[in-house]
């Protein structure tokens, strides 16, 4: 097979010239991510259609004026890229599509709808965007710990993402403290995020500056353990997201110094249209739990909530419970374990849990919603998330 195309390449160009789109992500989408890495094998299938002739094999003429004569091909795939320890070497699968689509002079174009970017040195990365359509990309997962990366990369990189003009979802985690808040301005001509997470602790004080210039209101906002301060929660309780948001993650956030005051208010603005709120570790006491409720219980869309790794009493949670209760399309809770069932070292660590009297806990409120008619609400604790 491989001698007909090399010894013919005119005729491959010509069996060729009426296949448009070469679609692969159906094929991710029944593999696990990392089975589509850079280990993978290149499937042979592949290999034969997108063969073109070698380099030797180009006229002088091409060589001159290396450009397609004919419409491209289009690859449809999602990629996994994948380094360790700041060292990143590209195999396998991505390795060759990626080749291939460089070499081709634009014969074939790399429609990558899912990202995922897993400790890949920034300057690797941004000669891997410079091959990708990138207004094909629909879903970018970044995730870095790197904590030595120059300032010009970062920026280079943030600028390839405001050119993601499709980009609905966006997750960034673990990128360096040192990183400049400012280039989440290269991110304002994103007309089409929907979605948006971000893990890593150097957002405090500088929310604004990461959604203020998003042309659109977002849908979920996942922000976990970034240190967010009371002036966060204020300014996204007056942003144009808060009246939009369907899901609301604030986990692994200091927000006791927020209630009273900014975090009854978002609640309020979001209450039109949240479905799920996560509240989990957010250093949260009881009168700060309760003091919360009432806007809580104006949520009426609410489906699920989480506050568990908050400090709370047995009386507390009931006390919650019966009046969130009244939120007929609220089906799951995760609460915490209550102050009776353990033994706190300091304000907000615990140990010896008391695994009986949790139990007995757990069944006391199970009756309760029995008694309130809601045994269609599924209740978990920390414990069995575990």
């Known amino acids: 097979m491989r001698h007909e195309v090399t010894t013919y390449p005119e005729l491959l160009v010509m069996r060729r010239s009426k296949l448009k789109v070469l679609d692969f992500t159906h094929d991710f989408e029944q593999s696990n991510w990392e089975e589509c890495s850079e280990t993978s094998p290149v499937p042979f299938v592949i290999t034969h259609m997108l063969e073109g002739p070698e380099a030797d094999q180009l006229t002088p003429n091409s060589r001159e004026q290396p450009q397609c004569d004919r419409e491209p ?89 405001g050119q993601m003009s499709n980009l609905g979802n966006l997750i960034i985690s673990d990128i360096p403290w040192d990183f400049p808040a400012d280039c989440f301005s290269l ?65 692994s956030n200091n927000l006791s110094e927020t209630v009273p005051g900014p975090l009854e208010v978002l609640l309020g603005e979001v209450s039109g249209t949240l479905q799920h709120l996560n509240l989990r570790s957010c250093r949260l006491k009881e009168a700060q739990l309760r003091a919360i409720l009432p806007a809580l219980c104006c949520c009426f869309s609410l489906r699920s909530l989480v506050f568990f790794d908050n400090v709370i009493s047995t009386s507390g949670i009931m006390n919650m419970l019966q009046h969130l209760a009244e939120l007929k399309e609220l089906k799951r809770v995760q609460y915490p374990v209550p102050a009776e069932c353990v033994v706190y070292l300091d304000e907000y660590r615990w140990e010896n849990l008391n695994r009986v009297e949790l139990a007995r806990v757990h069944t006391k409120l199970q009756e309760m919603l029995h008694a309130l008619q809601r045994a269609d609400m599924e209740l978990t604790n920390s414990t069995s998330m575990a």
Do not use: W
Not at 76 to 94: A, E, I, V, Y
Not at 134 to 139: K, S, T
Not at 197 to 214: D, N
């Open 73 to 161: 091909v289009e690859i449809h795939t999602d990629l996994f890229l994948d380094g360790l320890f700041g060292f990143f070497h590209l195999s396998g699968f991505p390795s060759y599509i990626l080749q291939r689509v460089e070499k081709s002079h634009g014969c074939l174009r790399l429609h990558c709808r899912t990202l995922v970017i897993n400790q890949v040195p920034f300057h690797s990365l941004i000669e891997i965007l410079r091959v990708l359509e990138l207004e094909a990309i629909q879903e970018l997962r970044l995730h870095n710990r790197s904590r030595f990366c120059f300032q010009s990369d970062l920026i280079q990189f943030f600028t390839q993402v």
């Open 187 to 251: 991110l304002n001509p994103l007309g089409h995020l929907q979605k948006l997470h971000l893990i890593f602790g150097c957002l405090s004080g500088q929310l604004h500056k990461m959604l203020s210039g998003l042309q659109k209101p977002l849908e979920t906002l996942v922000i976990i353990g970034c240190r967010l301060t009371e002036n966060d929660i204020t300014y996204l309780s007056q942003s144009i997201h808060a009246t939009h948001l369907k899901d609301l993650v604030l986990c």
